[in-house]
């Protein structure tokens, strides 16, 4: 049997000792979090946020100077937008007159040194599920960035009689270190609603999908004291639904996880509009 000599050990020893090392370490080195909202820069989901947040590594926030909730994924093109750098605690703040969406964009290729490895938008002020995501301006924010291949979270927390964030912002900061150990495909996000629930009756976490119902809107005529007709917005929230999705999640006491992506193709029509003969456009 061939002797191993003493020298090749300690080598070997030394190799894998520095190779494991530097395994935990990337495991733990801080993360890059580029911070987002659509409530506006002083609300206080945003706060919450990133106090939970900066335990993790350096965050930088870029968000509107003013509410802009419901903007959807609109975008700032016809106006100066201005930019208010300042310091909270060694990060940088900044205060921008412009859509969600267009924070996050503006950020990524102007305000950030270095990339973020996730951007997070939210805390939101109230839920955002189902369809409604389409009008949302803090999941515009997280889709911003994951079109940009960055993962990102949109966090919403239920509307109650109080609004204390702290809870979510936990869950949150959990999850953004989940995500190191589990990192997201490149062009999907999450979208989390958090249940405006005490710790101890939140049920659990569910990922599931998207409730694909159309929301309960409509618009209500009315009269004004100068006889002008105009219409009123009356927007009711979903029931849960018998399928587990978003919105029965929520409703039922859990935190909903629903992972969401760019790619919007209907690749069974695909197939199928392949089949199509477009005479006399296609030879």
């Given at each position: 049997m061939?002797?191993?000599?003493?020298?090749?050990?300690?080598?070997?020893?030394?190799?894998?000792?520095?190779?494991?090392?530097?395994?935990?370490?990337?495991?733990?080195?801080?993360?890059?979090?580029?911070?987002?909202?659509?409530?506006?820069?002083?609300?206080?989901?945003?706060?919450?946020?990133?106090?939970?947040?900066?335990?993790?590594?350096?965050?930088?926030?870029?968000?509107?100077s003013q509410e802009a909730s419901?903007?959807?994924?609109?975008?700032?093109?016809?106006?100066?937008?201005?930019?208010?750098?300042?310091?909270?605690?060694?990060?940088?703040?900044?205060?921008?007159?412009?859509?969600?969406?267009?924070?996050?964009?503006?950020?990524?290729?102007?305000?950030?040194?270095?990339?973020?490895?996730?951007?997070?938008?939210?805390?939101n002020k109230g839920e955002n599920l189902g369809t409604v995501t389409f009008y949302s301006a803090t999941v515009g924010s997280a889709r911003e960035a994951a079109m940009k291949g960055i993962p990102a979270i949109a966090a919403h927390f239920g509307r109650g009689k109080t609004m204390d964030y702290g809870l979510a912002a936990e869950f949150i900061a959990d999850l953004v270190k989940k995500l190191k150990e589990k990192p997201l495909r490149p062009g999907t996000f999450l979208n989390v609603n958090v249940p405006n629930l005490p710790k101890?009756?939140?049920?659990?976490?569910?990922?599931?999908?998207?409730?694909?119902?159309?929301?309960?809107?409509?618009?209500?005529?009315?009269?004004?004291?100068?006889?002008?007709?105009?219409?009123?917005?009356?927007?009711?929230?979903?029931?849960?639904?018998?399928d587990k999705t978003d919105v029965w999640a929520f409703y039922n006491g859990y935190i909903s996880i629903s992972p969401l992506q760019i790619d919007q193709t209907s690749y069974p029509e695909l197939k199928s509009f392949e089949s199509l003969k477009f005479a006399p456009w296609t030879k």
């Open positions: 061939k002797k191993i000599s003493y020298p090749v050990i300690i080598l070997s020893t030394i190799f894998f000792i520095f190779v494991f090392g530097c395994l935990s370490l990337s495991s733990q080195t801080p993360l890059k979090i580029l911070l987002s909202n659509d409530d506006g820069i002083n609300a206080p989901g945003i706060a919450a946020l990133f106090e939970k947040l900066s335990k993790l590594g350096t965050v930088t926030v870029a968000a509107p419901g903007a959807s994924h609109s975008v700032t093109s016809r106006d100066p937008i201005l930019v208010t750098e300042t310091e909270k605690n060694g990060s940088k703040w900044f205060s921008i007159t412009a859509t969600p969406a267009t924070c996050v964009r503006l950020a990524l290729e102007s305000l950030v040194k270095d990339r973020p490895d996730i951007v997070v938008s939210g805390i101890d009756q939140i049920k659990g976490v569910m990922v599931v999908p998207q409730d694909t119902r159309p929301p309960y809107e409509f618009y209500e005529k009315r009269v004004n004291p100068l006889a002008q007709v105009y219409f009123w917005n009356t927007y009711k929230p979903l029931e849960p639904g018998r």
